[in-house]
């Protein structure tokens, strides 16, 4: 049986493979109308997007693969494999269409293993038919039958079940292929306004998260385990009522990648009681080689306790009481929260650290000297035993190096290095609120330099050398941008981490 599966999916993932070029494209009614209207998640892959962009019929490893199954075609397949290599629309699969997979984690509790469902739209029926008896033909115990239109793949003792008209193939796993495949779109997932967007997505690959069945499923698990939730049951509630849409565009250079929440409107009322949109008074904090910096801003930072679970909230609540925190000093944090690492000039073997928040007033900077039994007076005093400054400045507790507090602090107001962030692609990403990582900085590290004779982190600083930044940031409160850039512009960025991935492996 095993040999069975192993010839019938060999055959299939080969002619899928070459088909992939193929430039025919179906304007047959949605089929997306199959995946179930319960999927938690859904992902889509713009496969000829994909195969082009990353050049991979012309790697040795993909040919070489290609040659290996050539000769393992059965007999009866081998004329339409032959066929299909020289004219890939042969196959009868619409690959200009995406490929669809989609994940049901409902009733995991009942059934431990989800869901899933995969489908491709169809170009041309006859030809796909012609495909798959010559499947029959070359394993007898494989059966194709016809009922209304509907054709079904039966493969004996197996846990998939594949059914198909005349626009769709459908792939089940835990489900019923031949009752999807004429699934009206009210059944399905297409049901859900949320998803348009998703569903007329052109990006080389896409996600779909509806939360309503996750946070179904995470229940039944932290019940079945007895385990504790980590937030609350009313964030749960909230959660619930959410969906996320979330993209990646392999581009020349760089990849870029997008993610939208859909909330509910009680989501949103909990959104907007703790967002804020940060500004960039702190970015000039961060020196030009600094190769990681975080910059956000929230509001009623106390009110964030009272989201988590019992357990959790519980501790931290604990933790505050043993240093006489309470919550009024925690809601004098209000605005931009800046966290930096950079290469400290005057000692490169330990990394800089920054570290600012923004306060009403001084008592977080008051309450900060008392914990450190500091008595001495004015708008800074240095951490005993670590060499680190605290300093009040323009209503901002900054943690600094001494360099950095020399230069940008010491006149009272906060001043930018003279090289800094403020300004680049990382910062004004940072300005939005986000993260941004220097690649090229981190590869340049002194201290990481002491590791190049390890053969893992050598091949670790030769992954880092090809890389250059990582920004994400958010573009409003419920939509997030990033962006992935690469030393070279001059390739298609996918093309250049399936290489960077098969030189790291070949390199084990």
């Known amino acids: 049986m095993k040999k069975i599966k192993s010839l019938l999916i060999s055959s299939l993932m080969t002619l899928i493979i070459i088909g992939m070029l193929s430039s025919c494209s179906s304007e047959k009614e949605n089929y997306l109308s199959s995946l179930p209207g319960e999927s938690s998640l859904v992902f889509k892959f713009n496969t000829a997007q994909l195969v082009t962009k990353s050049n991979i019929l012309d790697n040795p490893m993909v040919s070489g693969m290609l040659m290996q199954a050539d000769q393992h075609v059965p007999d009866a397949l081998k004329d339409k494999f032959n066929e299909i290599k020289n004219d890939p629309s042969a196959a009868g699969i619409d690959l200009k269409k995406p490929l669809a997979i989609a994940v049901n984690l409902e009733n995991l509790s009942a059934n431990p293993k989800p869901s899933v469902v995969g489908v491709m739209a169809i170009s041309d029926v006859k030809k796909f038919d012609e495909l798959m008896k010559g499947v029959v033909e070359s394993e007898p115990s494989i059966t194709l039958s016809e009922t209304n239109g509907i054709r079904e793949v039966h493969i004996p003792e197996d846990e998939i079940n594949v059914a198909y008209n005349d626009s769709r193939i459908v792939l089940a796993f835990g489900e019923n292929a031949n009752t999807l495949v004429s699934q009206k779109a009210e059944e399905s997932i297409l049901a859900n306004e949320n998803f348009a967007e998703f569903a007329t997505s052109d990006k080389d690959f896409s996600m779909f998260m509806d939360y309503e069945w996750i946070m179904n499923a995470t229940l039944e698990a932290q019940k079945s385990m007895n385990t504790p939730a980590s937030i609350s049951p009313q964030l749960m509630e909230y959660m619930k009522d959410m969906c996320v849409y979330g993209s990646l565009n392999f581009e020349t250079g760089k990849v870029v990648g997008d993610m939208k929440v859909y909330p509910s409107e009680e989501a949103k009322k909990y959104i907007d009681e703790f967002y804020v949109k940060p500004t960039d008074k702190l970015i000039g904090l961060l020196p ?21 679970g019992e357990n959790e909230r519980q501790q931290i609540e604990q933790i505050l009481q043993e240093y006489g925190i309470s919550t009024e000093l925690i809601d004098n944090v209000h605005g931009d929260i800046l966290m930096g690492v950079y290469e400290d000039p005057n000692n490169a073997m330990i990394p800089g650290i920054v570290a600012a928040v923004e306060c009403k007033d001084r008592t977080l900077f008051n309450k900060v000297k008392e914990m450190m039994q500091i008595s001495e007076e004015g708008d800074m005093f240095v951490i005993p035993n670590m060499g680190y400054c605290v300093s009040y400045v323009d209503d901002v507790v900054v943690v600094s190096t001494q360099a950095l507090y020399d230069q940008c602090l010491a006149s009272g107001s906060i001043r930018a290095w003279d090289k800094n962030w403020k300004g680049t692609a ?42 250059e930044t990582f920004t994400m940031q958010m573009e409003n409160k419920l939509e997030t941008s990033s962006e992935l850039t690469l030393v070279n512009k001059s390739k298609n960025s996918l093309e250049q981490l399936i290489a960077i991935g098969i030189g790291a492996a070949m390199a084990q």
């Open 288 to 308: 030009e080689n600094s190769y990681l910096g975080l910059n956000f801003a929230i509001k009623n930072y106390s009110e964030c306790l009272r989201y988590l």
């Open 426 to 467: 990382m910062g004004k990403a940072l300005a939005k609120g986000g993260v941004g990582i220097d690649f090229q900085a981190i590869s340049k590290n002194q201290l990481l330099a002491q590791f190049s004779g390890n053969r893992e982190a050598a091949m670790a600083l030769s992954i880092l050398k090809q890389l």
